[in-house]
């Protein structure tokens, strides 16, 4: 079953009112005002945002402008894979959320870097923001872990013959989903959204959309593809170039997502017959979501943070750079209120974890089909 109709509005209930949240929000806030610092991007992150940037825009201008062997672009393009993920996991991701600055002007401008990528993100906000932050983890509404054809991401669908298989060939299928995301995705969440509601826009305005949408597409594809062509190089050779761009970005991105999510210990919790979910909205986020590698920095520099998923989805309208630093504060509350704080040590920790997981979903019959 895919995503079609939300079911009316889920709601938390947190009966022992504990006040996590609440406490947790007050130590963050004190966190800032006590350094003087702005929980927005620093120096830091501006470097950042023009090294990816740079990883990215640099070696398409050598692939037009500079003579070179079919191995030499072929590398290039791998260049701007680690450049299209580390833009969107480090750069336009913080923009959309609000989080890169104070200014929502700025937050707008940047996360238009979503576009130079070929995505739209009226819609990338709807998945993400909208229902992957709000109900996470939550099979129907989470558009993230809706299942990908042959990929099967939760205990409460239709398990497949085919799914028993899903640990050894998911990783080719990551390769694929911004490529898909390019050519289809956005075309697809538009008219699902427009009809299940969850995109609220009138008809005059998604008009507008669908119209800043396509642009995107032809702009996008006329000049990666294009441009290159234009420049001399084989329609082959920019073909295969292009895609390889998008398989080292499409696994990256992916991967990164799912050792959040899709691995050990996370719940997977669904809403009883009138839309409720028995927990408070942030101690459900902490159930549903795992950091991991917290100690490589490197790892942690390229993606954006995202290896400390529990503190963003606690405050995604706090900059990446500061989660290492909160961290401590996350774990030190949970703990206080007896509330889980999920960690894999290391990203080949984190990996195994997702793989297990992967096997597990592949034989799980139907949680939902066991309860009935």
Not at 70 to 88: D, E, T, Y
Not at 255 to 261: G, I, K, N, P, Y
Not at 283 to 303: C, E, G, M, R
Not at 354 to 359: C, E, G, P, S
Request: some cysteine.
């Amino acid at each position: 079953m895919s995503i079609t109709q939300p079911k009316g509005k889920i709601k938390f209930i947190d009966h022992d009112k504990r006040m996590f949240f609440a406490t947790l929000k007050n130590r963050v806030d004190q966190y800032f005002k006590d350094r003087g610092i702005s929980s927005h991007a620093n120096t830091k992150m501006v470097v950042k945002t023009i090294v990816l940037l740079t990883v990215y825009i640099l070696p398409f201008l050598t692939l037009l402008f500079v003579p070179m062997s079919a191995g030499i672009s072929l590398l290039l393009w791998l260049l701007m894979g680690l450049g299209v993920a580390g833009i969107g996991m480090s750069v336009m991701h913080d923009a959309n959320h609000g989080a890169y600055s104070e200014h929502a002007g700025v937050n707008t401008f940047i996360g238009y870097t979503l576009n130079m990528l070929g995505a739209a993100v009226s819609n990338w906000k709807l998945q993400h923001n909208l229902l992957h932050h709000t109900y996470t983890n939550i099979t129907y509404m989470d558009d993230d872990i809706d299942d990908k054809g042959v990929l099967r991401f939760s205990p409460h669908t239709e398990v497949k013959g085919i799914h028993r298989y899903q640990w050894l060939y998911a990783f080719a299928f990551y390769g694929i989903t911004t490529l898909y995301w390019v050519l289809l995705k956005d075309f697809v969440q538009f008219v699902r959204y427009t009809r299940n509601g969850v995109n609220v826009r009138s008809k005059s305005e998604n008009r507008m959309t669908m119209i800043r949408i396509i642009a995107v597409k032809v702009i996008y594809l006329a000049i990666t593809i294009g441009l290159p062509i234009w420049a001399g190089h084989a329609w082959v050779a920019v073909l295969g170039g292009f895609l390889l761009m998008h398989f080292t970005a499409g696994v990256i991105l992916t991967v990164v997502f799912q050792l959040a999510h899709t691995v050990e210990g996370t719940s997977h919790p669904m809403p009883s017959a009138d839309g409720s979910i028995e927990n408070e909205w942030a101690i459900h986020q902490l159930n549903t979501t795992v950091d991991f590698a917290p100690k490589n920095k490197w790892l942690s520099w390229y993606v954006g943070g995202l290896n400390f998923q529990v503190e963003h989805h606690l405050f995604p309208r706090v900059c990446h750079v500061h989660y290492p630093d909160i961290a401590p504060i996350v774990q030190q509350t949970a703990e206080e209120f007896n509330v889980p704080y999920l960690v894999n040590q290391t990203f080949s920790q984190a990996l195994h974890s997702h793989i297990a997981t992967l096997r597990r979903f592949g034989r799980l019959p139907s949680m939902d089909e066991a309860i009935g």
